[in-house]
């Protein structure tokens, strides 16, 4: 089955470990993108991945960080200097060729953070 | 800055009504919209997803529209049912290749 997997489904950190959330996709997307979601609230970007090997901060960049080394995999590490970690993490794919920027975004089924 | 909007934040109607969820954006260089569905709990499925050349998408009873110059976009849902109650989504892509969300609206409806 083509998708995108984002492992685990739920995730308890203590304060001040740093913690990794995975994405993976088999849909050969070259863009991937992280959001994050707090209840009630609309989906904000952290960070974005056009391409293998390079990645741009979204607009809550502080205290996350990812990596690009593979065009199926983005993990997202949050570390011991987000303040507010506790949260509903998404990860998307897409299609972001130069010429084509009219295909849909796919997401995973989120990865649930709570810091005790 | 894009900016969206979505309104209502939440609505509920009866079943088998028809209805129009609004939402607006300040930049119109995008270069496409999409409409998602979220329960809760889960991710995101994409409903529809409107080029910015298009004016309109249908798929079943769900029909979107695209007005890029005043930066507005309606879902129209048709004959509504209880299954339909989730959060509704939008979302553009920017030129810089962002896809910046509206807030969503949390939709009811009631049996």
């Known amino acids: 089955d083509g998708g995108i997997t984002q492992s685990p489904k739920y995730l308890f950190r203590k304060e001040g470990q740093n913690v990794t959330l995975s994405c993976e996709q088999n849909l050969n997307h070259d863009a991937m993108y992280w959001y994050r979601q707090d209840p009630g609230q609309g989906l904000r970007l952290i960070y974005y991945?056009?391409?293998?090997?390079?990645?741009q901060k979204g607009d809550i960049a502080e205290g996350y960080s990812v990596s690009r080394e593979k065009k199926e995999s983005f993990p997202l590490t949050v570390t011991s200097a987000q303040k507010n970690p506790t949260a509903f993490y998404l990860c998307a794919s897409s299609i972001n060729f130069v010429e084509v920027r009219n295909t849909e975004a796919f997401f995973g089924q989120g990865t649930r953070l709570t810091v005790v | 800055k894009q900016e969206v909007t979505q309104i209502p934040a939440a609505l509920s109607v009866p079943e088998g009504e028809n209805l129009v969820l609004n939402c607006s954006f300040t930049?119109?260089?995008?270069?496409?919209l999409q409409w998602f569905r979220q329960d809760p709990g889960k991710g995101l499925t994409s409903l529809l997803l409107?080029?910015?050349?298009?004016r309109e998408q249908t798929s079943g009873r769900l029909n979107a529209s695209l007005d890029k110059s005043s930066g507005r976009s309606t879902l129209y849902i048709a004959a509504s049912q209880p299954g339909d109650s989730a959060t509704y989504l939008c979302a553009v892509l920017n030129r810089d290749d962002k896809i910046i969300f509206g807030k969503g609206t949390r939709l009811h409806i009631l049996p």
């Open positions: 930049d119109s260089a995008i270069y496409n």
């Open positions: 409107i080029q910015s050349s298009q």
């Open positions: 991945s056009q391409i293998v090997n390079d990645f």
